[in-house]
């Protein structure tokens, strides 16, 4: 089965300019997660998806943050403009949540780095 | 809404010796209990998990943990730690429906030898 796929793994910008993160969740999965995670801390919820409908964005910065996931399948995460505190792991994850599975699991995640 | 307090940032132990990683929680819901590592420049990847039940579960690589609800918490236990244990754990809650996943600041497990 394949994994969770994250991409670009990496990616540095300059503050202001705009970066987009791409995530392929594992196929049948229709929950989807998108994470931030600083240096040293635990991983935050930004936003999380039931199929293509959002059920809880209530830690994504709107002002500056968007997501969609079209067709319910893959996802696209976009910071316009960054600023220096968005460095961190940007990590997604995808959970079907059925009464098998309960668990979440983890791509490898995008490092930002903001200059 | 869920939250996930671990009490340890970081936990230094010698090599064969046992380790506890400790988890508070609370919520104003059942919950799932979990816990994860991450190693390196990994990503994050489930050690075990607490659906209902036994209130001892057990996980991969010899770690086991216990749900208390009376004391909402999920401490993280190893009898014996090896070097190759050195990572960071994150304990998590989320809803019975798997809504709001939320992580702990984690604990770095340090094994020395």
């Known amino acids: 089965e394949a994994g969770v796929a994250q991409s670009p793994r990496y990616k540095i910008i300059e503050k202001r300019q705009s970066v987009a993160f791409w995530c392929n969740p594992i196929s049948g999965h229709a929950t989807l997660y998108w994470y931030q995670q600083i240096l040293g801390q635990g991983p935050k919820l930004l936003i999380q998806?039931?199929?293509?409908?959002?059920?809880?964005d209530s830690q994504l910065p709107k002002d500056r943050f968007s997501a969609e996931r079209l067709k319910g399948v893959d996802s696209t995460l976009k910071i316009q403009p960054a600023k220096l505190e968005d460095s961190a792991v940007y990590l997604c994850?995808?959970?079907?949540?059925?009464?098998?599975?309960?668990?979440?699991?983890f791509g490898q995640g995008t490092r930002l780095t903001v200059v | 809404a869920q939250s996930v307090t671990q009490l340890d940032s970081q936990v230094p132990v010698f090599e064969e010796a046992p380790v506890e990683l400790r988890c508070n929680y609370s919520?104003?819901?059942?919950?799932?209990l979990f816990w994860y590592v991450q190693y390196p420049n990994q990503g994050l990847q489930l050690l075990l998990k607490?659906?209902?039940?036994?209130?001892l579960v057990k996980g991969i690589n010899g770690f086991e943990a216990e749900f208390n609800k009376s004391q909402t918490s999920f401490h993280l236990r190893k009898p014996s730690v090896h070097i190759s244990d050195t990572a960071e754990y994150f304990c998590?809650?989320?809803?019975?429906?798997?809504?709001?996943?939320?992580f702990g600041a984690g604990t770095i497990l340090r094994v020395k030898s």
């Open positions: 998590a809650v989320s809803d019975v429906n798997g809504n709001k996943l939320v």
């Open positions: 998806f039931q199929n293509n409908g959002v059920v809880d």
């Open positions: 994850a995808s959970s079907s949540f059925s009464r098998v599975n309960t668990e979440a699991f």
């Open positions: 919520s104003s819901v059942s919950v799932y």
């Open positions: 607490y659906l209902s039940g036994s209130t």
